[in-house]
């Protein structure tokens, strides 16, 4: 059988597998890389328990993209003898309540798109296996992710958008779960029924690889008219959902609907109200040209209006727009301190009536307030100006 994976992009190599115990490289640093790349290849073989040789051909790439494409290399040659590599992990869970400003979409095939991630400050970084991977490239791009997962620090949350279960999703989370993300994004959800499939399954290979239950996060996202329909159950499904996603593209090639601001009003809307009637966030959808700056801009408040938290991105050079749209400004912070501070001078006074310049504040307010003040501190917590 003759098995090649990976790519001759940059920051990537080629895999094959060879008959015989030898490891051949082949590098433009020979002096500096050969050893060091052989060295790789020998030891993820040896964990594999597999026996046979490969030739390397790289590109500049990192050790662990070394490593994926060779486990992917010998896994697709031994399938029947081989088992996924579980790398040591040591990634703490998330607060459920955590600001998710953006999520930051990278494909999970890609090797120099994967690389350096983690340097631009995305709120949650998204590492896709869904539409940017092709199906030919399913099964290495799953491996790949899992070694990224394992390699890098990525400051804020990582998180893997698996394909749909019936499709081969549940072997993605099988991978995946190995690199320990702290959240698992379900795409084209339209039910129930699919959000607690999905965690049942996390469920089983949490309790099969020591991963505390419970720990790994769902974000569903609704891109169908049927999943708007039941955006509200989505939402409501199961504890570990913490936000609601929104794609778009596929929504309004489902709908037969040009993609326009009242187009998708009424679906936004939908989305968001499903998000916060279950007491999870909601985030918009991706904008797709990278170059226009003051589109973005527009549409992310329009989608704060609505009373979203965060939006998609495809590009780094879109995060500090989306940053700074769905960040308190100093006077909505400084607001909402007021409005708490009146609240307990009034219970201090006795009294349940809350007045602020004169106006009544109503208990709403007052929570909304002082969700505010909490999303302002954790940002600053993490180094963010708020």
Not at 53 to 62: C, E, K, P, T
Request: glycine residues 8%.
């Amino acid at each position: 059988m003759n098995v090649r994976i990976g790519s001759e992009e940059k920051g990537d190599c080629v895999v094959e597998i060879v008959r015989g115990g030898a490891i051949e490289v082949e590098t433009k640093n020979t002096d500096l890389l050969e050893e060091g790349i052989r060295t790789v290849a020998r030891e993820t073989i040896s964990s594999l328990g597999a026996k046979g040789g490969a030739r390397v051909l790289d590109i500049g790439a990192l050790d662990y993209v070394i490593a994926a494409r060779i486990e992917a290399a010998v896994r697709t040659a031994h399938p029947d003898e081989t088992r996924p590599l579980v790398p040591s992990v040591d990634r703490c869970a998330t607060d459920r309540d955590r600001p998710r400003r953006s999520r930051l979409y990278a494909p999970g095939n890609r090797p120099r798109l994967l690389v350096g991630i983690e340097i631009h400050g995305a709120d949650s970084v998204l590492l896709d296996l869904e539409d940017s991977v092709p199906p030919a490239e399913k099964a290495s791009a799953r491996i790949l992710v899992k070694h990224l997962l394992a390699a890098v620090d990525f400051g804020g949350e990582a998180w893997v958008r698996i394909n749909p279960l019936e499709v081969c999703g549940a072997r993605d989370v099988e991978e995946v779960l190995l690199g320990r993300p702290h959240g698992i994004c379900l795409p084209k959800a339209e039910s129930a029924e699919d959000v607690r499939a999905l965690s049942e399954l996390l469920s089983r290979v949490e309790s099969e690889h020591g991963i505390d239950e419970g720990t790994t996060w769902i974000m569903p996202i609704v891109e169908t008219a049927k999943g708007i329909l039941h955006a509200e159950q989505i939402a409501a499904a199961d504890p570990r959902v913490v936000a609601l996603a929104f794609g778009a593209e596929d929504f309004t090639r489902d709908l037969g609907a040009l993609r326009t601001r009242d187009s998708l009003l009424c679906a936004r809307s939908a989305l968001v109200a499903a998000a916060k009637a279950a007491g999870i966030q909601a985030s918009d959808t991706v904008y797709a040209d990278i170059e226009d700056d003051a589109g973005l801009a527009e549409e992310c408040a329009h989608a704060r209006e609505l009373g979203f938290d965060g939006k998609g991105a495809i590009n780094p050079r879109q995060l500090p727009t989306i940053h700074r749209a769905f960040s308190p400004t100093a006077a909505e912070l400084d607001h909402a301190r007021r409005v708490v501070a009146a609240a307990e001078e009034a219970e201090a006074a006795g009294s349940g009536a809350i007045a602020l310049d004169g106006k009544m504040v109503d208990r709403p307010v007052l929570e909304r307030a002082r969700l505010l003040i909490r999303y302002g501190e954790q940002l600053v917590e993490r180094g963010d100006a708020a």
